[in-house]
């Protein structure tokens, strides 16, 4: 029979599918690489499976233990799903300004979820990373993956994410776009792709208020750059062990509503139903290769996440016009018609 043994065996293999209206006058060919094909909906089910693998070949965690994350989104996800299939508990910590969908989301599938004051320093003994920690230090048996620093993220990257590309273009890639937010996607994918093809480009996809673009730049890390955004799970205001710059050729900053407005494109004119950093992905990406993109480049972009998560924002009308994001005011739905 052709079965998985648990649903964890179904991470990976996510399809590569060619984008065929966004890219109108792009010369070459645009593939997305549609991560929502994972269980968990999302890229991060392949860095969670690892970091907790990697932990068990550690002796960090045994039979029962307990994994502990700061987490708001697709990563606790990808870990409750695991933790499902191989016998653990989960208890997430998470900022009191985070949606309630996504408290509920983790409550679902079986996790714990304490939250925690969002107006607090990080040192403070209240905020997500210190009561995360404190539980780690007084739960026994329970490990902290922390997905920033731990090197697993990464390397989950360079042994699942590159190989399927690399295969599923028959090694015909010249050009590798992902958004960036531990980094850990962009890093362990391209330095398996450059290994194959030292030619290779890769672009990396910053937010502004984020301070990757500059440190690529100028190797200083910039207080200047860091400032409030809305687009999730990209940008930082620290530089995470996992970014790897030496393997990041060049960085593009992307603004919400850019990102808000080709995520939408991507739904409706594609049939690809994304997140909104998959939107700061293409429309970063697409901008780039307008002036760089040849008839022979193939060029992959990364979907990170699927656009249920994101119903109550980008893909809100009310929403995206109280943030500015939707100007087109002669555009009528058939309720304003009938009205
Ligand atoms: N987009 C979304 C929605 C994410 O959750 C993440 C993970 N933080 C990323 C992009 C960036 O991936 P990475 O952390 O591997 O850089």
């Not at 293999?13 to 984008?19: A, E, G, I, Y």
């Not at 494109?265 to 697409?286: D, I, K, N, P, Q």
């Not at 016009?321 to 739905?333: A, I």
Request: charged share 25%.
């Amino acid at each position: 029979m052709n079965v998985h043994n648990s649903i964890v065996d179904a991470i990976g293999n996510t399809p590569l599918v060619k984008l065929n209206r966004v890219t109108k006058g792009i010369r070459g060919t645009v593939l997305a690489k549609v991560e929502y094909f994972n269980p968990g909906n999302s890229v991060k089910d392949r860095i969670a499976i690892r970091m907790i693998e990697d932990a068990e070949k550690r002796g960090d965690l045994k039979p029962g233990g307990t994994i502990i994350e700061g987490t708001s989104g697709n990563t606790g996800f990808g870990l409750a799903l695991t933790a499902i299939a191989k016998g653990y508990k989960c208890i997430f910590t998470m900022a009191d300004k985070q949606s309630k969908e996504k408290i509920d989301i983790l409550r679902a599938v079986g996790a714990e979820v304490v939250v925690c004051p969002t107006n607090v320093a990080p040192d403070d003994p209240r905020s997500y990373y210190s009561v995360a920690r404190k539980l780690n230090r007084d739960i026994p048996n329970s490990i902290y993956p922390n997905q920033y620093d731990n090197l697993s993220n990464r390397e989950a990257h360079y042994d699942t994410t590159g190989p399927e590309i690399w295969r599923d273009t028959d090694g015909r890639i010249t050009h590798f776009a992902a958004s960036v937010g531990t980094g850990g996607t962009i890093s362990g994918t391209s330095k398996f792709l450059k290994e194959q093809n030292p030619n290779l480009f890769t672009l990396g996809l910053d937010t502004y208020g984020s301070v990757f673009k500059k440190y690529k730049e100028t190797g200083l890390f910039d207080p200047g750059e860091i400032y409030p955004y809305l687009t999730e799970g990209i940008g930082e205001d620290i530089l995470p062990q996992n970014v790897d710059f030496s393997v990041i050729d060049q960085f593009i900053k992307v603004t919400d509503k850019d990102a808000a407005i080709m995520a939408r494109r991507l739904s409706r004119e594609e049939g690809l139903f994304v997140g909104w950093s998959c939107g700061t992905a293409v429309h970063g990406a697409l901008e780039w290769a307008k002036d760089n993109l040849t008839d022979d480049d193939v060029l992959v972009i990364l979907l990170p996440d699927h656009g249920t998560r994101y119903l109550a924002k980008i893909y809100n009308d009310t929403w995206m016009k109280d943030h500015g994001f939707l100007e087109d005011r002669s555009f009528k739905t058939a309720r304003d018609i009938i009205r």
